[in-house]
């Protein structure tokens, strides 16, 4: 009777270490399966939807300056060391232009010094790293929905897509962003030229970056280039929307 | 010899939820430190990078491939099984607890009773426990007080506190809750309390599967899929009667 109950307990055990790793070798085998990741992306339309419900116009949490991170850490590229950047940056970005076209009636080229001259949002916020941590910075930067209103956009516009000066890995296609007009025209949401009450470092995205709080790190393009407004992601680099989209990460990065 | 007794020991939904529970508690779990792998540091307070001061660093590389999923590094397939099994998760514990609290499950089996909670009490079932004499005969029918107290734990304490960090985490969740952060003193705090609040989690798995071993697995794991349990009878020795 015992020695019964043992064999069946060894089954057991040893039934349930078999079939666990069967479990993580199937688990490995669909990470790597297209349509199963497609299911398991399903619950970004889920968490965009019911983030956008939830979330609506709110604005994300803004610190006190003696909330600072001490250090401001950089991430991803902290150089795009490439010529037309190296030209650009050896003249202070006296000659950069920001681009704005795509879906818009009125087109723009707007250098450093015009930026600065228009109205202005400062805010302290912070930046969360999809990797899993946070920094807290002082930003100042003209909102973006101000820019894309000058720029009259188009009614059929659904997407800013924002081209960046760097390439993360040689010949693999430059940094690009893209977010939705909600958060385009969110009040926080800025094309920001300083942090924390000096220019922007190289480190940081120099002249001009992105933030869209409320989303995570790689959302936060650097060194942009050109901004263009757009009906549709479809066409663009591999069409999800982004560099990091591109290569599996979430376009909606709210969590 | 008197033919064993048999009860019909879990419902339907009870064991139904309990397997889809099962799947996902174990993948959010792996694919959970596939996430923490990325930056297998914890931090304290509202923010916390590379700069500054850790709370606790596991490891250069984190927890080894065999605990993660994907078992290779990657960051994004991990965030993608452990967010639509988070959602499968959410969606079924609700199911759960709405069903548990209408059947009475809540207060009939997972609720201590006053009497159960006298110190005297735990540390007879305590001791009981350490020396491996679990229940027989009609006290088997029901969860001993130890089994209560770590469902209930489960239940009720830690996945709120789970699903609460793991929100305070999303950027965009808290613009619209902010008392989230004041609640847990920061983003980063959030994390080390989801990663701690899912350590414990783990460690109620092992404790759990090494009682269904040791209270006979066949039966155990059986009463789970069926529903039909075989009552342990009280002959092979007396357990107190606790007072």
């Known amino acids: 009777m015992t020695a019964h109950v043992w064999t069946r307990r060894q089954m057991l055990l040893r039934g349930s270490a078999a079939f666990g790793g069967l479990l993580l070798a199937g688990c490995d085998q669909l990470s790597q399966s297209p349509s199963f990741l497609r299911v398991l992306g399903s619950a970004e339309h889920l968490t965009y939807r019911a983030q956008r419900l939830v979330v609506g116009q709110s604005l994300a949490r803004e610190f006190t300056e003696a909330q600072l991170s001490p250090v401001f850490r950089s991430n991803g590229t902290s150089d795009p060391n490439n010529e037309t950047y190296n030209r650009l940056r050896a003249n202070q970005f006296a000659d950069w232009r920001l681009s704005i076209r795509g879906m818009v009636n009125r087109p723009l080229e707007l250098s450093l010094a015009a930026l600065r001259a228009m109205q202005s949002r400062t805010q302290i916020t912070r930046h969360d790293c999809v990797e899993g941590w946070s920094a807290i910075g002082k930003w100042t930067g003209v909102p973006l929905g101000n820019i894309l209103t000058l720029a009259q956009l188009n009614a059929e516009a659904r997407f800013i897509v924002l081209y960046c000066a760097d390439e993360l890995e040689r010949n693999d296609g430059g940094y690009y962003e893209s977010i939705d007009l909600v958060d385009a025209f969110h009040p926080q949401t800025l094309l920001a030229y300083a942090l924390n009450d000096r220019p922007l470092a190289v480190a940081n995205g120099a002249p001009l970056r992105l933030r869209v709080e409320r989303q995570l790190g790689y959302k936060q393009a650097k060194y942009l280039m050109r901004i263009e407004a757009v009906a549709s992601l479809d066409d663009i680099g591999r069409g999800k929307g982004g560099y990091w989209e591109d290569r599996g990460y979430e376009w909606y990065a709210g969590i | ?243």
């Open chain 2, 1 to 243: 010899m008197t033919s064993p007794e048999i009860i019909r020991r879990h419902s339907l939904a009870t064991r139904l939820l309990h397997w889809i529970n099962a799947l996902c508690v174990f993948l959010v779990l792996m694919s959970g430190l596939q996430i923490f792998n990325a930056d297998p540091v914890l931090y304290w307070g509202q923010y916390g990078a590379s700069p500054d001061k850790a709370l606790l660093a596991i490891g250069a590389h984190g927890f080894p491939h065999w605990a993660t999923i994907p078992s290779w590094q990657g960051l994004a397939q991990g965030r993608r099984w452990h967010f639509f099994f988070a959602w499968l998760l959410v969606f079924n514990s609700l199911l759960y607890v709405l069903f548990s609290f209408i059947s009475g499950h809540v207060r009939r089996d997972l609720l201590p009773t006053r009497a159960e909670l006298v110190p005297a009490h735990l540390a007879h079932d305590i001791w009981d426990h350490l020396r491996l004499r679990f229940p027989r005969g009609a006290a088997a029918k029901r969860y001993n007080v130890l089994q209560k107290l770590a469902y209930f734990g489960v239940i009720f304490v830690l996945a709120p506190l789970i699903l609460a960090t793991g929100l305070t985490m999303s950027p965009g969740f808290d613009a619209a809750c902010p008392w989230l952060l004041n609640l847990f003193g920061g983003r980063q705090s959030a994390r080390t309390i989801h990663f701690t609040a899912a350590m414990l989690v783990a460690l109620f798995i092992l404790v759990h599967l090494l009682m269904v071993v040791l209270a006979g697995p066949w039966n155990e794991v059986r009463s789970m899929i069926t529903g039909r349990y075989v009552v342990p009878q009280s002959k092979s020795y007396p357990v107190s009667e606790p007072k």
